[in-house]
Structure formats: structure tokens, C-alpha cells
């Protein structure tokens, strides 16, 4: 006969097993609670702190510009931003910037002054071009390939290649021309203001007229 002493029977209501294996996901599910209530009250004390806050808008650049580049509507916008963190002469709305030339590289985001930008007086490329020469403008639909980056102060090289005489080779229309500046965009510009002579425009326009593919080559900086 077994001496075992017998097992007491169990007197856990069934209800209380299933409470404790739930009770992990409820501990879980208020800490899930807890950090949505906070994140809710502390959007709601941002809005009361940017709500308090005066703002007024300021134009910005939409891309980085390079000095020297034409700004056009597309490379602005107007943002708004608080007054107090606004510098003094900061532009406010894209007909102040546009047409006027970047006289220092500016970044994307970055809040136009006046003092960036030549002044209302000096606008245009007159004042920029040698004496002796002209400004003339290069479409980039001219040329065979897309344009390197240029900047105000660069030199290029301009070739011609006909089709139909491939075998020839390329003729040189310019050489060591300078850049007085690009519009449409620093980094592929669907513009470029060259300073040139009479006789190079007319170089440049009977190479057009005459089905010639242009290529413009920068020159390396430096002598």
C-alpha cells in the first residue's frame, strides 16, 4: 500500500489561470496607453509654442545656386519662419529675387537677402561684360550635350561637328570664352550668357544655321 500523502484538490477559481496569462498584455497595452498620451500632450504644447510665436514668410532657395547664376521663379520659394529668427533684409516674395544674379553661392533652404543678390541698379549683365565684347545668350537646346556646371567667371571652349561631314572632324568656334553667368539651374543650365565679339556671335549663329552640333567644353581653372 502507498504511503504517498493524497494531492489537496485545487481551489483556483478557472477564471483566475486565464487572468494571469492576460494580464502580460495588459501591462503592455498601458505602456502602448501611456506613451500615445504623451506624445498627444506634447504635440499639443508644440502647437501652443508655435502658436505664440509670430511668423511672417521669407523667401527661400529651393536649390543651391551658384554665383553669378540668373535667379529664375523655378530655384525660389516663400516659406514661413519665425520673425525673431529672421535676418535683417530677408526677401519675402519671388518678383524681388528673380531676373537678379547670385553673387555668392547660396544652399538649398537658405533665406535670400538683399545683400546676396546685386542690387536693383546693377541688374542685367551690362555691367558684367568686357569692354570691347558682348552678352550673348546660349541656349542649352543648341548644343549636342547637356551643359557642364558653370559659374560666372568660367571659360569654355565651343566645337561644331556637321553631320553629314563627320569624317572631317570638329572646328573650333570659340575658344577661352568666359561664362558671365547661367540661368535655369547651377548644375545642368538651360541657359549660358558667354562674353564674346561680334565676330564670334556670327561664328556661333552661321554654325546654328548651318546644322552644325555644338559641344561646349570647360576649360580647367587656373593659367
Avoid: C
Avoid at 492576460?22 to 501611456?34: D, F, H, T
Avoid at 553673387?103 to 551690362?126: F, M, N, T
Avoid at 555691367?127 to 557642364?148: D, T
Avoid at 565679339?197 to 552644325?212: F, H, K, M, N
Wanted: hydrophobic content about 50%; charged content about 15%; aromatic content about 4%.
Amino acid at each position: 500500500m502507498s504511503n504517498r500523502a493524497p494531492i489537496a484538490p485545487s481551489t483556483a477559481p478557472p477564471w483566475a489561470a486565464g487572468a494571469r496569462r492576460r494580464s502580460g498584455y495588459y501591462v503592455i497595452l498601458a505602456a502602448l496607453l501611456a506613451l500615445l498620451a504623451g506624445a498627444l500632450v506634447f504635440a499639443y504644447l508644440d502647437s501652443l509654442r508655435r502658436a505664440a510665436l509670430p511668423v511672417q514668410p521669407a523667401l527661400t532657395a529651393r536649390v543651391a545656386i551658384r554665383p553669378g547664376t540668373v535667379i529664375t521663379q523655378d530655384m525660389v520659394e516663400v516659406r514661413r519662419f519665425p520673425s525673431a529668427l529672421l535676418p535683417l533684409g530677408s526677401l519675402e516674395r519671388p518678383s524681388q529675387a528673380v531676373g537678379r544674379t547670385a553673387q555668392i553661392p547660396l544652399e538649398a533652404g537658405e533665406v535670400l537677402l538683399a545683400s546676396k543678390l546685386q542690387r536693383g541698379e546693377q541688374g542685367g549683365l551690362a555691367h558684367l561684360v568686357p569692354e570691347g565684347q558682348r552678352a550673348m545668350v546660349l541656349p542649352s537646346g543648341w548644343l549636342a550635350g547637356a551643359p557642364p556646371p558653370l559659374a560666372a567667371g568660367d571659360r569654355i571652349d565651343l566645337l561644331a561637328l556637321h553631320p553629314q561631314a563627320a569624317s572631317v572632324g570638329a572646328g573650333l568656334v570659340l575658344s577661352d570664352v568666359e561664362i558671365l553667368g547661367t540661368a535655369g539651374g547651377a548644375e545642368a543650365p538651360e541657359r549660358v550668357y558667354l562674353a564674346v565679339t561680334l565676330e564670334q556671335a556670327q561664328a556661333v549663329l552661321q554654325a546654328r544655321a548651318g546644322g552644325y552640333h555644338l559641344l561646349l567644353l570647360a576649360r580647367p581653372s587656373g593659367p
